[in-house]
């Protein structure tokens, strides 16, 4: 089956569901994600349990299936190889509805695994930036995916350097920003960030994730007047990321009930990130195809 372009169908008003957290996934199927790589690492040693991840989140109800490459910078292969292993998966599986792969971009910070990622730290300058991102964007774009998924981002300078760099490709992509307490991580304001994607003809959506299910729904509603762009949000379980125990600590609150007021607020592409599995993707799942038209 082939699936139509998913901004045609972000602009034909429907919900498309989003995966859940890969690297959760492929730790519950027995494996050691505790390199700095991260997911990136099976790419290389263990393709098929990549695979296997993906089409566990397929068949739970997602559509559209985001690679293994958020750590995979400076692997030109393993980030041409993440695209394909989300193909595999989605060939494999049978069902109704269109599904797409988003070839994920990551945060500099995913590159130093050092958790500055939640931080937006770097003290680099929108250059610089562009210049360590370059070669990740195009390896991806010839890896020929659906769209790019620009995710996890914590700072309104990786924000510009980002949209810089895609901009004038003619490839779809998504811009999501990880947040805490209604401003990106880095302490900035939401808004100027979704105002620079609303200019940008290749993003087709803008919104949140990795951030705490209690905040998203402000930050869908924020993201949604600014740009009057699609919202994607796909937020973690709610714990909070230990990154010198490299592990997630705290009580999960991801609950697949709320995606009914994200999509009241404005989205349009819903899913779950770190510690949210294919149980609760079903879940959301479940909810986005009892109230609305997919």
Do not use: K
């Not at 997911?39 to 739970?60: G, N």
């Not at 990622?117 to 003290?123: A, F, H, L, P």
């Not at 762009?229 to 490299?246: M, T």
């Amino acid at each position: 089956m082939t699936s139509p372009s998913l901004r045609s169908v972000l602009d034909a008003g429907q919900v498309v569901v989003l995966d859940g957290g890969l690297a959760t996934q492929l730790e519950s199927q027995g494996h050691d994600l505790s390199s700095a790589r991260w997911s990136a690492r099976l790419v290389v040693d263990d393709p098929d349990a990549v695979v296997a991840a993906h089409r566990a989140y397929f068949e739970a109800g997602a559509q559209v299936a985001i690679t293994a490459s958020y750590q995979a910078a400076g692997m030109p292969e393993a980030l041409r190889t993440s695209v394909r292993l989300a193909e595999r998966a989605r060939s494999s599986v049978d069902g109704g509805l269109p599904l797409w792969v988003a070839a994920s971009v990551g945060p500099y910070g995913a590159l130093l695994a050092d958790g500055s990622e939640y931080r937006g730290d770097y003290g680099l300058s929108v250059a610089e930036l562009r210049v360590r991102h370059r070669p990740t964007i195009q390896t991806l774009l010839e890896a020929e995916p659906d769209l790019l998924a620009l995710e996890t981002i914590p700072c309104l300078v990786e924000v510009e350097a980002l949209l810089a760099e895609v901009e004038g490709t003619g490839v779809d992509c998504w811009l999501s920003l990880t947040c805490a307490d209604g401003r990106t991580r880095a302490g900035e304001p939401v808004a100027e960030a979704y105002a620079m994607a609303r200019d940008v003809a290749e993003v087709v959506a803008v919104g949140v994730n990795c951030t705490r299910p209690a905040e998203v729904g402000g930050l869908v509603r924020r993201a949604a007047q600014v740009s009057g762009l699609p919202v994607v949000v796909y937020p973690n379980a709610g714990e909070e990321w230990d990154a010198a125990g490299r592990t997630w600590v705290g009580a999960g609150t991801f609950s697949a009930a709320d995606v009914q007021d994200w999509i009241s607020a404005g989205a349009q592409l819903v899913g779950g990130c770190c510690r949210v599995g294919p149980d609760q993707i079903r879940a959301l799942a479940d909810v986005v195809h009892t109230t609305t038209d997919v």
